[in-house]
């Protein structure tokens, strides 16, 4: 088996690397082929990843390159976690929608459109290049924002679904309060990438046990102290958010606090220049724990199961992913695309049936949809007017003088990423 990763100069990657030696079983990789542009970092990224399979006993491969058309011929399936203009875009990102008194954040909001229109082209012809060579290959995409990026993809025909941690991490999480292991939590998972709410927490899979609301009752400060909410609130929507959510409901506590200290991206390139300075020790064959830190909680677990679903291997038959509504969530087109708990086999993904959702959640839900349908647009036709058009659909937004400014300031940042700016 062949599995290539688009963007494996990535600090990620090494995490990424880690699973796939753990669950050599689940996924037995012969062949990984990480291709980046950025030689320096490939080379960092690439030996250690040869070192953790050593180390390991893992028989695989690892092959570095920056020719996209090697790296992918032949692949089964070709797994994207790219960042195109680096944490240096991101930093922007966070940064200038804060001046409009909005959130500066990389993946919802303006700093998430602007990560839209920088990566859904890039992608696209990533995609393009991967069908030409290899029209069998699944494309696994975790670059975010995953679910716009995942729209683009599917609806330009590719075999493509998209994957986030955020499940897989609030799995764990539940099962460590519970005393159960990861496998026995099911999540009824339900909205679109990083606006997901958990309806229900299941022992044994979709008709198991229901232990939310003692999940909630017994363990609740805990939760509400890690999505950084009122232990109250959760009281009485009586589900758990994802922590993306802080964004909507808290939107002027965050922005508040998001103007006194330095941004994410300015920690993570920190960061990262520390793990690179790491990986470049030749006695290091292991991840190493800053690398917890740097984002990305259980990513490859999560990747190696949804690959093995895909190639028909061992994985998991029921997995958090984005992919078709298809009639899921009624109140949606079908092209748009959801996050939530799908049977996976080499077909795809088949989203299982949510029961109705409370108004509360459907309208956000509804609201994000119709942004990210002009998001998409704007992406793949430019102009300014649906660049604002998609601004002035953000719920986050919605003013118009809040659109026009961030309008001309999205532009400005990112005109060497935007042919027709």
């Known amino acids: 088996m062949k599995l290539t990763v688009v963007g494996g100069g990535s600090t990620y990657t090494p995490e990424l690397v880690d699973g796939f030696a753990r669950l050599r079983d689940t996924l037995p990789v012969e062949e990984l082929v990480l291709v980046d542009p950025a030689a320096e970092r490939l080379d960092l990224v690439g030996g250690l990843a040869r070192r953790i399979l050593a180390k390991q006993g893992h028989p695989g491969r690892v092959v570095i390159t920056a020719d996209l058309h090697a790296a992918v011929d032949g692949a089964d399936a070709v797994l994207l976690q790219l960042r195109v203009g ?26 998430g459109l602007a990560k839209a229109l920088r990566t859904v082209p890039v992608v696209l012809d990533i995609a393009e290049r991967v069908r030409r060579a290899s029209p069998h290959a699944w494309i696994i995409d975790f670059t975010n924002p995953v679910g716009i990026v995942t729209r683009a993809l599917l609806q330009a025909g590719h075999k493509a679904v998209g994957l986030c941690n955020v499940a897989i991490g609030l799995q764990r999480k539940f099962a460590a309060h519970l005393g159960v292991s990861p496998a026995e939590v099911y999540l009824d998972h339900v909205g679109l990438n990083h606006l997901t709410w958990e309806t229900g927490v299941r022992l044994g899979g979709p008709e198991g046990e229901e ?41 002027d506590e965050v922005v508040g606090e998001l103007r006194t200290k330095p941004s994410r991206a300015a920690e993570v390139a920190a960061m990262e220049k520390q793990l690179l300075e790491m990986y470049g ?47 899921t969530l009624p109140f949606l087109p079908d092209d748009a695309v959801v996050e939530v708990q799908a049977a996976v086999g080499a077909k795809g993904a088949a989203p299982l049936p949510v029961p109705r959702l409370d108004p509360l959640y459907a309208g956000l839900i509804a609201n994000v949809t119709a942004y990210e349908d002009l998001a998409l647009q704007a992406a793949l036709k430019g102009g300014r007017d649906r660049v604002f058009r998609a601004l002035l659909a953000h719920p986050l937004i919605g003013q118009y003088a809040y659109a026009d400014t961030l309008t001309d300031r999205l532009i400005a940042h990112n005109r060497e990423h935007l042919p027709w700016a």
Request: glycine content about 12%.
């Open 281 to 327: 020790d030749p006695a290091l064959d292991e991840k190493p724990e800053l690398l917890a830190k740097r984002g990305g909680a259980y990513y490859s677990e999560a990747a190696v199961d949804l690959a093995a679903a895909l190639l028909g291997g061992a994985g998991s038959p029921y997995q958090v992913v984005n992919t078709l509504n298809n009639g």
């Open 86 to 111: 680096g944490q240096a875009a991101r930093e922007q990102d966070e940064t200038w929608p804060l001046e409009c008194g909005c959130v500066g954040q990389e993946t919802t909001g303006a700093g």
């Open 211 to 251: 232990v939310l609301p003692r999940l909630l009752a017994e363990h609740g400060d805990a939760i509400a102290a890690d999505l950084r909410l009122p232990r109250p609130l959760l009281d009485r929507l009586g589900v758990v958010p994802s922590y993306y959510l802080r964004y909507y409901y808290a939107h």
